[in-house]
């Protein structure tokens, strides 16, 4: 068996930045609500008439990951992307990135895991190194939310939450076995589905003819829904047994963590879980206050930047941990 390790990172976020001011243009809403209850300063958002799409930022944050790895893309393997805001409702993103960076005909896998996507695309690429089907992987998250929220009071508390970007990692073969990814947990529990979803009757269920013919300017279905409180709840509960499980699994203890890089959900979820697991400031990377929560796209963007800031060193103990629509959670425990 092999283990995979992370030899490159990247991201990219969009020029145009909203803040919370900005939003009280468009909705009623002010500064103090959105940073008291969620520790959000500011997001990107896509310019109307942008080139940004999911797939264009994913393989914009892909080809910065690709050159830090110092590896040419033809060495590409395989391609994981995860996204919960796909250009197209099919096919996935994952075949516009290998059209894009033009990359041989390798495999192209789409993830559908919202804000855990990130750690399940990171898991299945640890899966295919460690059995040496693959020898580099690259696993993209990006998110293109600003397109599809209800910017009127009526979205606005959901709408203050997301924003737009995308992350990018190459994993890649290593034989030392006491670095690199050591474990993954990925869990979910769909009995919530509708607590955070977009519930609009997709093609697979109506006929979009009726669809059309019926549509009302009030249907809130083509608009995400969140039940914000039962989320947080859960979240704060999942993100704790998660990542307890991720370091039993390794015999590891809390004290062994030197960073934790949680989704960027909420400000708030991360401060209950620093506070649960006894960690300073130092120990855990927020950049929530800059973009929002970026959905698949903020565990990756959180990364890179902790990695550009000289926050991660060799031999650091790295717990990375999602939770999120589905619901879905997930952890996985790194020996940089
Ligand atoms: N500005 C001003 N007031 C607002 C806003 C806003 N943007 N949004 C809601 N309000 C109002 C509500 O109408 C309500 O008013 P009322 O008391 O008069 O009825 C009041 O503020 C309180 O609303 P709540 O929804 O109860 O506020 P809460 O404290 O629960 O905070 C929040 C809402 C921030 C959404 C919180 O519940 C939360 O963060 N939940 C977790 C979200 C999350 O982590 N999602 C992650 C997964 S995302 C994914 O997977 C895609």
Known sequence: MYNSKIIGLGYYVPDHVVSNDDLSKLMDTNDAWIQERTGIKERRWVKPGSEDTTSVMG???AKIAI????????????????????D??????????QEALGIKTVGALDVRNQCSGFIYGLSVADQFIKTGMYKNVLVIGSELHSKGLDKTTRGRSVSVIFGDGAGAAVLSRTE????????????SEGEHAKELALTAPGMGTRWVDDILRENDPKDESYFPHMNGQF??????????EVIMEGLMKNNLDKKDIDILIPHQANLRIAQFIQKK?????????????????????SI????????EQGKIKEGDTVVLAAFGSGFTWGSAIIKW
């Open 67 to 86: 050159e830090r790895a110092g590896i040419d893309k033809d060495e590409i393997d395989f391609i994981v992307f995860a996204t919960l805001s796909p």
């Open 176 to 187: 030392d076995n006491s670095k690199g990814v050591l474990s993954t947990h990925l869990h």
């Open 231 to 240: 989320v947080f709840k859960n979240a704060v509960v999942r993100f704790s």
């Open 300 to 307: 990756p963007i959180a990364l890179t930047e902790a990695w």
């Open 59 to 61: 393989v914009k944050a």
């Open 277 to 297: 697991f006894g960690l300073n400031d130092d120990q855990v990377f927020n950049n929530i206050m800059k973009y929002g929560n970026t959905t698949a796209a």
């Open 88 to 97: 197209y409702y099919f096919p996935g993103p994952g075949v516009q990135v």
